[in-house]
């Protein structure tokens, strides 16, 4: 869960500062907590994060996340 947090977190939010970067791992963290399941389920429900299926999701998942986005 944190490496596909992460991965998401740098394919949306990879060129903003920490704190853009930390407002979209929270805005996952803050979806399982209100008991949207898990974070795998966050990133992928419908019409949430419609990039994730794409071709920068797969290279971050494939080649790793950015140092930042693993903070």
Known sequence: DAY???CLVSMESGNESYEGQLAVANVVLNRVRAGWGSVS?????????????????QGYLANGPLGT???
């Open 69 to 71: 986005s693993q903070q």
């Open 41 to 57: 389920s966050v990133i992928y429900a419908n019409g949430q994060f419609p990039t994730v299926g794409g071709s920068i999701m």
């Open 4 to 6: 596909l947090l992460a």
